[in-house]
């Protein structure tokens, strides 16, 4: 008796050839056992949230033990525009495992946390301040000046305000570089710009926030 092979089988025989092909094509190749063994992509809860959410208390518990004060970061207000909680499970071990975002009149900030125990642990944060004057960017459209405080890597792990990276984005001539050596923005890698340069300008600009 005869077997009859229909199209799809063969096709179904291809499919696998080929793909069995391609296993043997990675395990014989300089990346193939690289590519094989591609970090666990992590997976990402994200919820947006208020300030008082009882989620939120690994957060403050983890807050109280850095003087942010110190590094120029201000309090957290009683209420936010949006609130944004990022949750990595699994993935590479370098990626921060907790991002936190708060948005809300006239400033951001972003936080980033690592697991610690049956804790979190504060690894870095940027605060962003917006003031009330816009100049021309490079691009050709308006934007507000802006004022950016933040602490990471060496700066989280000996947090100092001497380890702060503080940008200024405006034309402010008391905080651009005065040789216009990077246009509108002028940043402190090199400590150009430190917290007894910003202060007063933070608080000029809180003076004229309605």
Not at 8 to 22: D, V
Not at 33 to 53: F, G, I, Q, R
Not at 111 to 138: C, H, I, M, Q, S
């Amino acid at each position: 008796m005869k077997t009859q092979i229909s199209l799809t089988q063969i096709g179904i025989w291809i499919f696998f050839g080929l793909g069995m092909l391609l296993v043997l094509g990675m395990l014989f190749t300089p990346l193939g056992p690289a590519v094989l063994n591609m970090p666990e992509m992590p997976e990402v809860v994200e919820k947006k949230l208020t300030l008082d959410s009882a989620e939120l208390e690994p957060i403050w518990a983890a807050l109280e033990k850095v003087d942010r004060a110190a590094l120029g970061f201000t309090p957290f207000p009683a209420h936010a525009d949006e609130v944004r909680y990022v949750e990595l499970i699994g993935g590479p071990a370098e990626n921060a495992d907790v991002h936190f975002a708060v948005y809300y009149s006239g400033k951001s900030r972003l936080l980033d946390f690592e697991r610690d125990g049956n804790g979190l642990r504060w690894v870095g944060e940027t605060e962003t301040f917006n003031g009330p004057n816009k100049y021309w960017a490079d691009w050709g459209e308006q934007w507000f000046e802006q004022i950016s405080i933040a602490c990471y890597l060496d700066c989280a792990a000996n947090p100092s305000p001497a380890n702060l990276q503080i940008s200024y984005s405006g034309a402010d001539p008391r905080l651009i570089n005065p040789a216009g050596q990077y246009g509108a923005v002028r940043y402190s890698g090199a400590s150009e710009l430190t917290l007894e340069q910003i202060k007063p300008i933070l608080a000029e600009w809180a003076s004229k926030t309605p």
